[in-house]
């Protein structure tokens, strides 16, 4: 080889050059402030807003917090602890009204010595929710879900339990005549599923169950409705509506989808009347106007009223939230439903609902935590949520006047709580369920 192509031949690297870091602006926490914080100018602009509304934020309201007092008996001593140990110009907040007060704020005015009946039931709630929320566990626990209802009842509202057996029985003779008829003729078995409950419930129920406890007394002591209150009463009527809402929304989604003339057109009339009017006004006619469609001398719970008229305000819509889910799928999934052979409500159990649902997931549970929230409405019927129990009760007392912001901070963190729990559990939901993006 010459020399002049000796000096023209590539050079090979023999050893392997020691792997190097990435550059400081490509990896770690740099390169994500830069991406997500400082990627353009007015990015950088918000961020730096951002940062200083936090800041202002924290030092305005840390302080109130820090200084925070729990041992008290009143606003006064509440000042002088804080005066005693931040000096005299601090402020901060008098949690002590809270610890006085727990009670009110989540039982309302329930008798003392019965709270162990509302704390199991929401014990049983939880037992009662983990099959149906997580499909992990034993399916046999479905059945206590199914009585939950009827349990949860006996526990608040006590009396005789032969009342819920009989609510039991009633449903029982339902599933008995659609059992029996429907296999010869669906519409003659669903006319004796609702008929058979409702004429047992109206003429036999009571004067059986009546004579049941004359005979086997089962009973414990009886709590009117007019002594739920706090979380108690949001927690119920919460729950309540959002268990019958569900179903209800799907059934009127579904009405309004109809080719039937008759049930579309009560569909839509339904749906757009509800949501046509405030939900203050459902719950005055709720209060005051539904006992007038009444028997004389019926007595219809105010709780069961106004669970009534909230759980049609929502089905509402939840069936609009639904029909949007029905609407985005696409029209193969019904020729294939149509393919396979399936009648209309197989083909919706199986194919088509399904479906629907985990598109509408976020929708329904928006709708879910709007009205639990919305159960701070009731105040203007008469029931003590627990905003009502601030102004009526608590400041009332001498010795908490002054206190203002505890209480709403207090009542304002549950409700986040609770919501909180409610949409992440939808986000697992969703994660869960995204079979086709894996």
């Not at 009585?147 to 008995?176: H, K, N, Q, R």
């Not at 009347?273 to 719950?283: A, E, S």
Request: glycine fraction near 8%; include cysteine; proline fraction near 5%.
């Amino acid at each position: 080889m010459s020399d002049t192509h000796a000096h023209t031949i590539a050079y090979v690297r023999s050893d392997m050059i020691p792997a190097q870091p990435a550059p400081v602006a490509e990896a770690g926490a740099v390169k994500w402030l830069r991406e997500n914080l400082f990627s353009s100018a007015l990015n950088t602009v918000l961020t730096i807003a951002g940062i200083f509304s936090v800041y202002f934020l924290f030092t305005h309201f840390f302080p109130w917090f820090r200084h925070g007092v729990w041992n008290a008996n009143s606003i006064a001593e509440c000042r002088t602890i804080i005066a005693a140990q931040f000096g005299e110009d601090a402020t901060g907040a008098c949690w002590g009204v809270i610890r006085e007060r727990w009670h009110q704020f989540t039982f309302g005015f329930y008798p003392p010595e019965l709270y162990w009946r509302p704390v199991l039931s929401f014990v049983l709630l939880f037992v009662a929710l983990a099959p149906v929320l997580f499909t992990n566990l034993p399916r046999g626990m479905l059945k206590f879900t199914l009585v939950y209802p009827l349990v949860a009842i006996f526990l608040l509202w006590g009396g005789s339990a032969w009342t819920e057996i009989m609510i039991a029985a009633g449903f029982a003779l339902g599933y008995v005549g659609w059992v029996t008829l429907a296999p010869r003729n669906a519409i003659i078995g669903t006319v004796a599923a609702v008929l058979a409950p409702v004429l047992f419930w109206l003429f036999a129920a009571e004067p059986l169950g009546d004579l049941l406890q004359s005979i086997v007394p089962l009973s414990i002591e009886s709590v009117s409705s007019d002594r739920f209150g706090g979380f108690l009463l949001a927690v119920t009527i919460g729950v309540g509506g959002i268990v019958m809402s569900l179903p209800l929304g799907v059934i009127l989604a579904l009405g309004r989808q109809s080719d039937m003339l008759l049930v579309k057109s009560l569909s839509v009339g339904f749906i757009e009347f509800i949501r046509g009017v405030p939900l203050i006004t459902l719950l005055f006619v709720a209060s005051q106007l539904l006992n007038y469609f009444l028997p004389p001398g019926t007595q219809f719970d105010i709780i069961l009223r106004v669970m009534i008229l909230v759980t049609l305000f929502a089905a509402a819509y939840i069936a609009e939230v639904i029909r949007g889910g029905l609407a985005a799928l696409p029209r193969g999934q019904y020729e294939a439903a149509d393919a396979l052979g399936l009648d209309y409500w197989k083909a919706q159990r199986l194919i088509i609902l399904p479906q629907a649902l985990k598109i509408s997931i976020p929708g329904i549970v928006s709708t879910f935590i709007g009205m639990f929230k919305d159960t701070t409405l009731v105040t203007f019927v008469g029931l003590y949520e627990p905003l009502k129990s601030i102004p009526d009760f608590i400041r009332a007392d001498f010795a908490w006047k002054g206190t203002y912001w505890e209480y709403f901070v207090f009542v304002g963190a549950i409700f986040f709580i609770i919501n909180f729990g409610m949409s992440r559990y939808a986000m697992y939901l969703e994660t869960k369920l995204k079979r086709d993006h894996r």
